[in-house]
């Protein structure tokens, strides 16, 4: 009977530039993966970001946090453009994000950079520094330097006008994105490289302290430490070294966006932010790109495959998950690209037409 | 008369690991400006790092950091090993240095990261890519979060351990290394990017406020803001967009090594740690590569070109500087290359060879 298909709540929170129309085309590929799959979505659209500021006046509103809370999942498009630039801090669409991670409590951010054999050439890397680079960055997302208190304005003791932020880790949450990350790392190839400036820093000091007790329950993963700049330098020499990195707020921050553009297709590339229990917010790691909003120009792929982790790790609908990474990889072999990964003897299309292309594989392929 | 020749007192630190057979080569090269230039170098060798900690017990001996603030300046080889790894953190090699930037004051440090036209294939990034590079880092050195107060370990409101550090910048510190910035700026090619992510941090946005009130006293540079993750991702992307950045110390930290891994031959790279007045700071910024120590394969151009950029930025003896540079140019043309940087074709020499080599180069071009 229908009480045994799965219904889940879904937040999609389209935000601003390229946002919304690719925001349509992860609907149709949810509606599609639905009467596939025999999977129901009930999914309400909430504001974020500057769209959230035009309409109403802040970048989170009451009410999308508390939906975003209340549901199953969340999948967020992009947010941010020129016109909200020069606003004041609170008043700008970052601060939308950065209080939607917090008020989820989704501390864990995981973010793919995965070389696919058909955009290699994409890379600025050559062929055989890029083929096969294949990194999971897991990055803590709600603590560290973006939300450590005292940070603020003042002055010195020399009444000179001063800014300042604050870096701290408690040892509980260095252990819980630990876990999460040695669990990852054993589903890969079993390594796991820390990324810190124990050097330097008492917080990295604790980080790599605490990383080295959590390895004791993980004896089949190997731990690695690394520092910072070295990280930095390694992953342009040798990126294959790396299976999965976990590292705190600003590193991987750095870190995530580094490894993403050695892919050289940063329009391919999903996101997870998740907790141990709760609805986690999936997201495409490019931004709002609003050069080319509303051009049907965007490339939506990093979207659909932003679905795609949804199912898989915010709802462990893991056959509806991989029929997406497939019906993907299938629409490159068949040719398909958009402006950011053309190449000579592919078919340009637009964000529509290449979503339509993924359809068709979906529905092609059981 | 002999009271016309220039006479200027010099501290080198050869540290650890290649440093002793590199600093040995650099004398040699500095005895060999000497006679050529008739410039005249009074030079007493001081210990740092785990060299000092073995000898004295302690990173920055006194004697040390008094020889290299009564100096004209300093050469500093590398320091660090494995045998220093789990030591206390007040006795790692690193601490020596950080007091002694700190120590000497030097807040400006410049890292130019160059492909060179005859090392563009050690690059990983595609020839096309590479070719041309040309960056300088203007890192902020004594301030951030490397020395910020408070610092240290502690409980929480929970009861729970802590780790914590603090970036904190003043309008002075930013002001002073802005006009560094800018001053090189405007000697290269008039653009100045400055690295913050003032979209999260107070601290940048101090940062961010005092560059662009700076900026009106350099009307002939062009000042631009990138985000320190954007930043990260435009260097892979298109490193030829950059002229100079310039950012605080540890997205410098970072920033400057991932630069200079694009260049594919960090055993090339020299760097300087300046201050308005009083003795400047000379190092390579590759490392003491202890798995090489003393077997005569380190390769000292780096270290020569630190050479070149004490005599430049340090002393003003820009000719002797430039006849330097020439030599080291002359001799990768002569197709001398050490293990690091070999290619097929070349010839591979060792340490003190390659050095023979640049002297020889200076001896034979007036
Ligand atoms: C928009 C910004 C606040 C955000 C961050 O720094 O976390 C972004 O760069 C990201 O990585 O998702
Ligand atoms: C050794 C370390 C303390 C140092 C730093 O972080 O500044 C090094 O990485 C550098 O960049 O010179």
């Keep these: 009977g229908s009480s045994s298909r799965p219904k889940y709540r879904l937040t999609i929170l389209p935000g601003d530039g390229i946002g919304p129309e690719i925001s349509k085309v992860a609907l149709d590929v949810l509606c599609c993966i639905s009467s596939e ?7 309400q659209e909430k504001l974020l970001g500057g769209a959230a500021i035009d309409a109403l006046g802040t970048p989170l509103p009451d009410d999308t946090l508390e939906a975003c809370k209340d549901s199953d999942a969340v999948l967020l498009a992009a947010i941010g453009g020129y016109q909200w630039d020069n606003n004041e801090p609170h008043l700008r669409p970052e601060r939308g994000l950065l209080g939607l991670r917090a008020g989820m409590g989704v501390f864990a951010n995981l973010r793919p950079a995965v ?8 890379s600025t890397l050559k062929r055989e520094v890029a083929e096969g680079v294949d990194i999971m960055v897991v990055r803590e997302l709600t603590g560290g330097i973006y939300f450590g208190q005292p940070k603020g304005f003042g002055k010195n003791s020399n009444g000179e006008q001063i800014g300042f932020n604050t870096e701290v880790y408690s040892v509980s949450e260095i252990d819980r994105i630990a876990r999460v990350a040695f669990e990852i790392a054993r589903k890969r190839r079993g390594q796991l490289c820390s990324v810190d400036k124990a050097n330097v820093l008492e917080a990295s000091q604790l980080w790599r302290q605490t990383m080295t007790i959590v390895a004791k329950d993980f004896p089949d993963v190997e731990l690695t430490h690394m520092l910072v700049d070295n990280a930095a330098m390694q992953l342009i020499r040798n990126p294959k070294q790396f299976d999965t990195i976990v590292t705190n707020n600003i590193f991987g921050d750095i870190l995530s ?5 050695l892919t050289g297709s940063i329009g391919m590339l999903p996101s997870a932010c998740v907790k141990n229990s709760g609805p986690g917010l999936f997201e495409p790691i490019h931004g709002s790109a609003p050069d080319i909003a509303g051009q049907d120009k965007a490339n939506p792929l990093a979207m659909i495959l932003s679905v795609a982790m949804l199912l898989k790790y915010g709802l462990g609908e893991v056959k509806a998950a991989e029929r997406i990474e497939k019906a993907v990889i299938q629409t490159l072999d068949n040719g398909f690209r958009t402006g950011d990964i053309m190449s000579a003897g592919k078919k340009l299309v637009g964000c529509t037409a290449i979503g339509q292309e993924v359809i068709r594989a979906i529905q092609a392929n059981h």
Tied chains: 1, 2.
């Excluded at 799959?37 to 999914?43: H, K, L, S, Y």
């Excluded at 070389?115 to 994409?122: A, F, H, R, T």
Aim: proline share 5%.
């Design 115 to 122: 070389v696919l054999p058909q955009l290699v050439d994409s």
């Design 257 to 261: 966006d580094e490894a993403s553009m």
């Design 37 to 43: 799959e025999g999977i129901d979505f009930e999914v």
